[in-house]
């Protein structure tokens, strides 16, 4: 027995849309040891693409921000026999399509249906499964390690509302089970999601310059704490947000970064 003991035990995966992504990372080290993944997806395209990922999985269509189709969602699952030892929530939207605004100039609608997408979700798709949910099981949401940068915008609060969702939910569920809710906060990432914020690229290079390597954090260090959140390994941790950002976050007044900062100012 390995010490994650993933060996016949079934993880939901939502957010696989490449290679790039955590979620994708997180699903083919959890099937490297063992485990068996169902997906989610939003359309046919990229339920074809995550179908080429990983043949022989099922991959389900959901779209979080219809209720219908997240209750059915539940309904299919138990119809399915489904029996579930995790879900890992990876999804988040934002409408940049007007690019980056102050934040006191955000819209309404776009902020509700990033809530709605990003945050709300979680809450929606896990009552929608709690049947289906083995009474230990690890429910893992990927959040952000610093949801006060600037140039996040509008999800930086989003993202903040996702993080006491978590503590809520694992209180909740709490009534009737053992289900564990926890959420991985990442520093900046190379993913294809990221690259459609504008001016992410900065926050990438100056977080790379805090880590306390100097070198900028991997998806696949995400993937790792994800799993590892997944697996009975963890049982002791709950209600929780665990920092992954290479000391970046510990690190604001490197004294390399300030001296740079002091040369060019």
Same mark, same amino acid.
């Given at each position: 027995?390995?010490?994650?003991?993933?060996?016949?035990?079934?993880?939901?995966?939502?957010?696989?849309?490449?290679?790039?992504?955590?979620?994708?990372?997180?699903?083919?080290?959890?099937?490297?040891?063992?485990?068996?993944? +169902?997906?989610?997806?939003?359309?046919?395209?990229?339920?074809?693409?995550?179908?080429?990922?990983?043949?022989?999985?099922?991959?389900?269509? +959901?779209?979080?921000?219809?209720?219908?189709?997240?209750?059915?969602?539940?309904?299919?699952?138990?119809?399915?026999?489904?029996?579930?030892?995790?879900?890992?929530?990876?999804?988040?939207?934002?409408?940049?399509?007007?690019?980056?605004?102050?934040?006191?100039?955000?819209?309404?609608?776009?902020?509700?249906?990033?809530?709605?997408?990003?945050?709300?979700? +979680? $809450?929606?798709?896990?009552?929608?499964?709690?049947?289906?949910?083995?009474?230990?099981?690890?429910?893992?949401?990927?959040?952000?390690?610093?949801?006060?940068?600037?140039?996040?915008?509008?999800?930086?609060?989003?993202?903040?509302?996702?993080?006491?969702?978590?503590?809520?939910?694992?209180?909740?569920?709490?009534?009737?089970?053992?289900?564990?809710?926890?959420?991985?906060?990442?520093?900046?990432?190379?993913?294809s999601a990221s690259a459609g914020i504008p001016g992410y690229i900065?926050?990438?290079?100056?977080?790379?310059?805090?880590?306390?390597?100097?070198?900028?954090?991997?998806?696949?260090?995400?993937?790792?704490?994800?799993?590892? +959140?997944?697996?009975?390994?963890?049982?002791?941790?709950?209600?929780?947000?665990?920092? $992954?950002?290479?000391?970046?976050?510990?690190?604001?007044?490197?004294?390399?970064? $300030?001296?740079?900062?002091?040369?060019?100012s």
């Amino acid at each position: 027995m390995s010490f994650l003991n993933l060996d016949n035990k079934t993880f939901l995966i939502t957010g696989v849309a490449n290679k790039k992504s955590v979620a994708y990372f997180t699903a083919k080290l959890l099937i490297e040891n063992g485990a068996d993944c +169902l997906f989610t997806v939003l359309n046919e395209e990229i339920k074809d693409r995550v179908e080429k990922l990983f043949p022989g999985k099922k991959v389900y269509l +959901l779209n979080v921000e219809q209720v219908e189709d997240i209750q059915n969602f539940g309904e299919i699952l138990k119809q399915d026999g489904v029996k579930l030892n995790g879900f890992l929530h990876s999804i988040a939207f934002a409408n940049y399509s007007e690019g980056m605004k102050p934040f006191h100039e955000t819209k309404l609608r776009d902020y509700l249906q990033a809530t709605t997408i990003s945050s709300f979700s +979680l $809450v929606a798709i896990s009552n929608a499964i709690k049947d289906s949910l083995d009474p230990k099981s690890s429910v893992v949401t990927i959040s952000i390690s610093n949801t006060k940068a600037t140039n996040y915008g509008y999800m930086g609060p989003i993202k903040a509302s996702l993080e006491t969702t978590v503590l809520f939910l694992a209180k909740s569920f709490s009534t009737f089970s053992n289900i564990r809710f926890n959420a991985v906060c990442a520093g900046p990432l190379k993913t294809s999601a990221s690259a459609g914020i504008p001016g992410y690229i900065d926050n990438y290079l100056f977080a790379e310059q805090l880590t306390m390597r100097r070198i900028a954090l991997e998806t696949i260090e995400v993937a790792n704490t994800a799993v590892f +959140l997944l697996s009975n390994a963890s049982s002791g941790i709950n209600a929780s947000g665990i920092v $992954v950002d290479s000391g970046m976050s510990s690190n604001t007044f490197d004294e390399k970064v $300030v001296h740079a900062f002091s040369k060019n100012s």
